[in-house]
């Protein structure tokens, strides 16, 4: 045989035992780790702050966003998305103009806001909305139904809303509209 063939055959081994015995698998990294694409990224070291721009995706736990750019803190991951946001997490797909997100605590604010909560099949649009605490929001104002159609064939809008997800909400200036005319 050719020893330079030999060689060749054997470098990959060390690196094959090095990759799998010595560094952690991704499934050890997984549960925490952040997962960030883009056409552009920066990283500012002094402020441990990523700058994403163009086509962004970030994957963190069970949730998946998406904008033109974000830029995100990864001591706090504090995230500031902007332009086509799209938000989706095992309970939740949000599109927005802009959304500012602790992607740990999930608290923040969405401008703007299209919510579609799965589970409950609730749509909501909405100015801006503040989720607060684990259940809890205020939103200036927002439109909210279960019907699928686009435009809904009824709704509910309102403002000041203030709401504990599954508890109660207050709403001023509640109107139901059934095919846009106010019931």
């Known amino acids: 045989?050719?020893?330079?063939?030999?060689?060749?055959?054997?470098?990959?081994?060390?690196?094959?035992?090095?990759?799998?015995?010595?560094?952690?698998?991704?499934?050890?990294?997984?549960?925490?780790?952040?997962?960030?694409?883009?056409?552009?990224?920066?990283?500012?070291?002094?402020?441990?702050?990523?700058?994403?721009?163009?086509?962004?995706?970030?994957?963190?736990?069970?949730?998946?966003?998406?904008?033109?750019?974000?830029?995100?803190?990864?001591?706090?991951?504090?995230?500031?998305?902007?332009?086509n946001v799209i938000y989706e997490d095992t309970e939740t797909i949000i599109k927005s103009d802009r959304v500012e997100l602790n992607l740990e605590t999930k608290l923040g604010k969405i401008y703007h806001s299209y919510i579609f909560y799965k589970k409950e099949n609730y749509h909501l649009r909405g100015g801006e909305l503040k989720k607060i605490g684990e259940k809890n929001y205020i939103l200036d104002k927002a439109t909210v139904t279960t019907c699928d159609a686009d435009p809904p064939?009824?709704?509910?809008?309102?403002?000041?809303?203030?709401?504990?997800?599954?508890?109660?909400?207050?709403?001023?200036?509640a109107t139901f509209y059934i095919k846009g005319v106010p019931v």
């Open 1 to 83: 045989r050719n020893p330079k063939k030999i060689t060749r055959n054997l470098i990959p081994i060390p690196f094959f035992f090095i990759f799998h015995f010595l560094v952690p698998t991704s499934s050890a990294l997984a549960e925490d780790s952040i997962n960030i694409s883009a056409d552009h990224l920066e990283y500012l070291r002094e402020t441990n702050t990523y700058i994403s721009k163009g086509s962004v995706k970030i994957i963190y736990k069970d949730a998946t966003l998406n904008a033109d750019e974000i830029r995100l803190n990864n001591s706090t991951l504090d995230a500031i998305a902007t332009g």
């Open 153 to 173: 064939e009824w709704h509910i809008s309102g403002k000041d809303i203030k709401a504990t997800k599954h508890e109660n909400i207050k709403v001023r200036n």
